[in-house]
């Protein structure tokens, strides 16, 4: 007897067939004497129209009660598929983050998981029930409904697999597993049997949503068995994220991720003297605006163009931070680009081997993309690139890498 944490997304509980199609899967998996949890999100497109509804009321809506607004997603799905398990004959009770008490911190909207109460839950399980769990929902230490960020289901699902120590965290989606590739961008993408934590962690964090970023922090921090599945079918392993075993044959790339929420913010002709870095960056840090890349040129005539990029919802936000920098230290101009997209090849390989980085400009120059910026980790390569090619980009280091081909014997 195992237990199961299994998460279901949006599209799995789609319509009221596909949630019977969930319930029918928890009853297969408790007929073979496993516990199961299940987690599910909101009806796919459901988050979207209730910020919508917000929105129209409030540009900025209240964080406090867009939480409440969107947590209702949730509270619909985990009634709805109680009712289909318990259709099916199968003892079941839903709980929404609050009733479980996923203790959280107070950041309305991108709340982080402090502490999970488990007690209810383990005794509804030795009691036979199926535990269906409200995802991307939790509450602070004063009562107030919180989320966990968009696609937070992912990390609860995690979260409470840790929690109750569960053999296994199964995340159903519509696809059949981690790709090499988005395979809605890419279709010759292939599934990976295995994906190592830090690079599904590098996946996540440049633009991979198929699993959140924190659901793969924690699945890495408290060793968390975790596996991506389509709901969609009856069989097949999908792909299982596991711990880097030394000597394993590894690919040099494992696979392409590319985002398009970062804008690029330069600042021209700043005297090239030290500190200048600091005097940008500082006020920029003390705006709480992240930086992720950063590129300096040092140009003929003495001065440097600074550039780096931002999340896209901060770009206005720093350029008026960027504009009282340009006067105080004497730059000519400040330029603001949101018309870029990031693009980025994984692999724990790339430690081995060399000539990574050359062979993926080459395929670029080969198309004719041009590269706007770099940055470079130990197991990762992502370039800036015009918004308009990054499509062509990622098929064409997809197939430079050989990801369209099958993994060699
Ligand atoms: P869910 O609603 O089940 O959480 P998401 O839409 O959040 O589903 O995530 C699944 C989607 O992630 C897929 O439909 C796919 O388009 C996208 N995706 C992006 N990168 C990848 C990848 N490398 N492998 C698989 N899917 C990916
Ligand atoms: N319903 C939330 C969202 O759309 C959480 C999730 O689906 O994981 O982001
Ligand atoms: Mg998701």
């Known amino acids: 007897m195992a237990l ?17 199609n969930v319930a029918e899967r928890v009853a297969k998996f408790k007929a073979l004497g496993h516990q199961v949890v299940a987690v599910v999100s909101a009806m796919s497109g459901e988050t979207n129209r209730l910020i919508d509804l917000a929105k129209q009321i409030q540009k900025e809506p209240d964080p406090r009660e867009l939480d409440v607004l969107l947590s209702t997603g949730e ?16 003892r079941a009770k839903s709980y929404t983050g609050g009733q479980v008490r996923i203790l959280t911190d107070d950041a309305h909207t991108k709340a982080r998981i402090l502490a999970i109460d488990e007690e209810n839950l383990r005794r509804d399980l030795d009691s036979g029930h199926v535990v269906v769990v409200a995802g991307f929902q939790g509450v602070d230490a004063a009562g107030n409904i919180t989320t966990l ?5 992912d990390t609860t699902g995690v979260a409470l697999a840790a929690a109750l120590k569960a053999d296994e965290c199964q995340i159903y989606t519509d696809v059949d597993g981690v790709y090499t590739t988005d395979p809605r961008i890419v279709p010759e993408a292939r599934r990976l049997k295995t994906i190592t934590f830090e690079e599904m962690l590098e996946m996540a964090s440049l633009g991979s949503k198929v699993l959140q970023i924190r659901s793969v922090e924690f699945a890495g921090k408290y060793k968390v068995k975790l596996r991506v599945l389509s709901s969609f079918e009856d069989e097949g392993e999908g792909t299982l994220i596991t711990f880097e075993e030394e000597n394993m044959e590894q690919p040099v790339i494992s696979g392409i991720a590319f985002n398009r929420d970062e804008a690029k913010l330069t600042i021209v002709g700043v005297p090239d003297r030290p500190g200048i870095a600091a005097h940008i960056l500082g006020p920029i840090a003390e ?8 590129v300096q040129n040092v140009g003929v005539d003495g001065t440097t163009d600074f550039s780096f990029t931002v999340h896209r919802n901060e770009l206005k936000k720093a350029m008026d931070v960027l504009s009282m920098v340009k006067t105080a230290i004497g730059a000519r101009d ?5 018309k870029i997209a990031k693009v980025s090849i994984v692999g724990v390989g790339m430690r081995t ?19 706007q910026m770099i940055s470079t980790s130990e197991i990762k390569i992502s370039v800036v690139v015009d918004d308009k090619y990054m499509e ?7 197939q430079a890498f050989g990801l369209d081909q099958p993994a060699s014997a």
């Open 353 to 371: 081997h060399a000539g990574i980085a050359s062979k993926m400009f080459k395929a670029l120059a080969d198309e004719n993309i041009n590269i």
């Open 75 to 90: 509270q619909v799905t985990i009634a709805l598929l109680a009712m289909a398990l318990k259709d099916l004959g199968l």
């Open 4 to 20: 199961i944490v299994q998460k279901y997304g949006g599209t799995s509980v789609g319509s009221i067939e596909r949630i019977r």
């Open 334 to 338: 400040v330029l603001g680009d949101d």
């Open 287 to 294: 705006a709480n605006i992240d930086v992720d890349m950063i």
């Open 149 to 153: 960020g968009r696609g937070g289901s």
């Open 392 to 398: 062509l980009a990622v098929r064409a280091l997809h």
